[in-house]
Structure formats: C-alpha cells, structure tokens
C-alpha cells in the first residue's frame, strides 16, 4: 500500500475553506484515496473517498491531482464542530481478503472562532 | 439506521477481572472489527470477522478474546489484562471487501 504524509497540524477561521493535503506519490493505479476524521475521544468517522476523479459529498469535496500523486480534502465552509483529526488513507479497493486500513498520523485541524 | 453501538462507554477494571465488550450494527454488514487506540495513536487493529469467522488476528495476546455470536454482534472478551492495555477500543462494520467502514463511540477501558 502507498504511504501518505500529511501535516502534523492546521489551523483554520471558522466559516472559511479547509483544504486539507495529503501527499501519496507512490499510489498505484487500483488504489482509492479515503479521508476519516476523529473527533476528540469519538470513533473515526467516514468522509469521502475517491479514485480519479474528484468527488463531492455533503461533508467535503476531495480532489485529487491528475497524477493522483496527492490529493486535497475541502471542508467548505469549516465550523467549530470540524476541529479533529484527519487522516488520509491509500487503500486497493480489492486487495483479496485483507481489508486492513494503514492509518497514519493524520492532520489536527484547529477550526478557530 | 447508520450507527454502530458499543456499550460499556467506561470500563474499569482490575488485572485480575473478566469482562466483555459488547459492538452491535443493524446494517447488514458482515464484516465486523475491534481497534485498539493508545492516546496520540492512529487505531491499531486488532482483529477482523468476515461473515462471522474470524479472517484476521493481528497476533493480539491471547488475554483479549473476540467472538462473532451472530452477523449483527460483536463480543471482545477480557481476562488478566495488564495497565498498558487501557486504550479506547473501538469497533467498525463495512460491507464485505469494503474499505468504508462504519465505527463505534468506542469503550474507554481502563485496567488497574
């Protein structure tokens, strides 16, 4: 599986655009791109994922460049309640019977008042 | 219904103790996971059932037993924890040979 980096931390002014990267050079070409988040103390939570093409829900908006070597999840318009932690996750979408998530560090955003 | 409940939320418990976590989904996923999370930590899994089998163990010491009762229940057994096995554990669902997967509030536990 591909290995992703992401910032340690962000900061971002509440009613404002988080654009959150993640970087994944090594990515194949069957692997998706999936973004969790984890609210202080709650279980991760399913954003969005994607594979080519960029990719829009009700949460955010995740893009993903034409090399697919690093993507941008988007919270729109960032409240209060969007300050957690996001991890970026390269998975095959069919790897047999391991469905295993490779978790990293993520990012800590601070959406600020 | 979305949701993957677990109960207890809080758990303490001494080293010498038996206790059971308890994870449930109503969503018709049949496959089932138990994580472990040390603070500052990204989730460890720790052990994956797949229509009620258990299809991965992340070589997890034998004191943590996981049991698939049913599709919808999913059980993780304690017994002679140690204190460094107090974490949040957490239990996640998806469908078969996904990789979307729904999780719990999580169980604090905390070994004394």
């Known amino acids: 599986d591909a290995k992703t980096t992401q910032p340690t931390s962000m900061d971002c002014a509440e009613g404002r655009a988080a654009n959150l990267p993640c970087n994944h050079s090594?990515?194949?070409?069957?692997?998706?791109v999936y973004w969790y988040r984890q609210i202080h103390s709650q279980g991760p939570q399913y954003i969005i994922h994607g594979l080519k093409n960029n990719e829009t829900n009700e949460m955010a908006s995740l893009i993903i460049t034409e090399d697919r070597k690093s993507s941008t999840l988007i919270l729109p318009h960032a409240t209060l309640r969007d300050t957690a932690v996001y991890y970026c996750i390269v998975r095959a979408y069919n790897a047999g019977n391991n469905r295993k998530l490779i978790w990293g560090l993520g990012t800590s955003l601070a959406v600020n008042p | 219904d979305t949701e993957v409940t677990q109960t207890p939320k809080h758990l303490v418990m001494g080293m010498t103790n038996k206790k059971s976590l308890k994870c449930e989904q109503h969503?018709?996923?049949?496959?089932m996971y138990w994580y472990k999370q040390k603070a500052k930590k990204p989730p460890e899994l720790m052990f994956v059932?797949?229509?009620?089998?258990?299809?991965i163990n992340e070589s997890v010491p034998s004191r943590f037993s996981p049991e698939c009762p049913n599709s919808s229940l999913l059980n993780l057994h304690l017994h002679a924890l140690q204190p460094e096995d107090s974490a949040l554990y957490l239990c996640?669902?998806?469908?078969?040979?996904?990789?979307?997967?729904?999780f719990g509030p999580g169980t604090r536990l905390t070994v004394l």
């Open positions: 969503m018709g996923h049949r496959a």
């Open positions: 996640a669902s998806s469908q078969e040979g996904a990789y979307t997967q729904y």
């Open positions: 090594t990515i194949s070409g069957n692997e998706y």
């Open positions: 059932y797949s229509y009620e089998k258990l299809s």
